[in-house]
């Protein structure tokens, strides 16, 4: 039960230190979505006899975290830091039907995808845990991020081009798609580029002005190396800046009225994926299987809210001081106009084309013909598998070995995890960590399927 709640929770929660999502949601990291079919054919080439019709369905969920565990990750930080610059979950659920080589099925997806440098790690686990950090040098700190949640309709078809060789295709319309991000924050520079001592020798320099010294040349040779750049690009469901209380800045004079005519309410979308698949029995005893999810995805959301906001704080500080200088000698400054040069903040509705990156699954079988007698009960054929599963951020390449098409085990050295599968004609279950304490994992898979023809 503790297993469900952690992935429960690494789905409900999102942004910087938490993932969002609803409803039920699935990831898989061999993303094996036929549930009919075994996964590899460890002997001869064999003819099946094909049952007309069948019913299926499948829970697939795959999450992993590079910096701290997922648990972690989607909750406190509270861990021992590693290096890794993302984590993501691809999660699925499926409810289907299939009629020879056609098959339909109800599908929900929540897919959550982030890449940050190691720097914004260090920042957030330095924040949530009330870690002091070093501030004589500059940070990069990025965050981009791609979440949605999605349901719909898939429509599947297997072609048999040949007796060693197959092809699947399937598209999906997806009528509901709920909880936007998409896009960046970024921020360069010092973490506190005005600190005390700053301010205090920027003090010295303005207590000594002067009728007979107005210069505050000084001022720009204090402020040489303070560097600070801000860049907030991303159309969201929830705003992460307290967007709805935003009020142009104002140096002199009433402040401005909050911002209005933007509509923050969570976007609704439609949306559409492509998966593609290859089986070839490429010998007897060698048999190759590939699979390609999203090759084409577009999620289309309407009057979605959008922020994109930039601001580099050097130029900005030089323009001042330029200004304090035009007034220290007489002349008519607008000190308002600085806001407008400097900072440039846009908050609008607008429709938004989404793309999730594609995925790949690549699995290698080889029989070794050779059988082993375990304790007089099975006599399992043996075969060598090998495996390359390719996501944008992270690749996690496999050995492992199988028995018969029933059991396997296998080592995933992206994953660094141990992964157990287990199938027989009705029922499919995986199971995928790098660790038996599941709040510690960095790396969690599950899959769990039924099917059943007739």
Not at 41 to 56: A, E, L, P, R, Y
Not at 220 to 242: G, S
Not at 320 to 347: C, E, K, M, W, Y
Not at 360 to 372: F, G, H, P, T, V
Request: charged share 20%; proline share 4%; hydrophobic share 40%.
């Amino acid at each position: 039960m503790r297993f469900f709640c952690l992935l429960l929770t690494f789905v409900v929660f999102g942004a910087t230190a938490s993932f969002q999502a609803a409803g039920a949601s699935v990831g898989n990291d061999s993303k094996e979505t036929e549930t009919a079919k075994p996964l590899t054919v460890v002997k001869k080439t064999v003819v099946k006899k094909k049952q007309d019709w069948k019913v299926f369905t499948s829970l697939d969920l795959f999450a992993y975290s590079a910096p701290v565990s997922v648990d972690k990750f989607a909750n406190d930080f509270d861990a021992p830091l590693e290096s890794g610059d993302t984590a993501f979950t691809h999660d699925q659920i499926e409810v289907g039907v299939q009629w020879n080589e056609w098959r339909v099925s109800y599908v929900q997806r929540f897919d959550y995808v982030t890449s940050f440098t190691e720097d914004t790690a260090l920042y957030h686990h330095s924040v949530k845990n009330d870690l002091a950090l070093p501030t004589n040098r500059e940070y990069d700190l990025l965050l981009d991020v791609e979440r949605l949640n999605a349901k719909g309709i898939k429509l599947g078809y297997n072609w048999e081009f040949r007796q060693d060789l197959s092809f699947d295709i399937a598209f999906a319309y997806y009528n509901e798609v709920t909880d936007l991000q998409s896009g960046k924050a970024a921020v360069n520079g010092d973490l506190e580029p005005l600190t005390d001592e700053l301010r205090a020798e920027a003090e010295l320099i303005l207590d000594g002005i002067s009728a007979d010294n107005r210069d505050l040349s000084a001022l720009l040779a204090l402020i040489e190396d303070v560097n600070a750049r801000v860049v907030i690009d991303y159309y969201y469901d929830e705003p992460k800046f307290n967007e709805p209380d935003y009020a142009v800045p104002v140096i002199t004079g009433p402040a401005n009225p909050v911002i209005s005519g933007v509509d923050f309410s969570s976007p609704s979308g439609t949306g559409y994926s492509l998966d593609l698949g290859m089986n070839w029995q490429v010998t007897d005893q060698l048999n190759l299987d590939l699979k390609l999810f999203d090759v084409v995805n577009n999620f289309s959301w309407k009057n979605a809210p959008y922020s994109v906001t930039t601001f580099n704080l050097n130029p900005a500080l030089v323009d001042a001081i330029g200004v304090s200088q035009d007034f220290i000698n007489g002349l008519n400054v607008t000190p308002n106009d600085l806001v407008g040069r400097h900072v440039d903040v846009t908050i609008l509705n607008r429709d938004y084309d989404q793309e999730l990156p594609w995925r790949a699954n690549l699995r290698a079988n080889y029989s070794l013909d050779k059988e082993i007698n375990i304790l007089n009960f099975w006599t399992p054929n043996i075969s060598v598998l090998g495996g390359y599963y390719y996501t944008k951020t992270q690749h996690f390449p496999s050995l492992g070995i199988g028995f018969d098409d029933t059991l396997q085990l296998a080592y995933d050295f992206g994953g660094e995890a141990f992964s157990i599968n287990y199938r027989n004609r009705y029922f499919f279950a995986r199971l995928m960590t790098d660790s038996l304490a599941f709040e510690d994992a960095h790396t969690i898979g599950l899959a769990l399927g039924v099917n059943f023809g007739f």
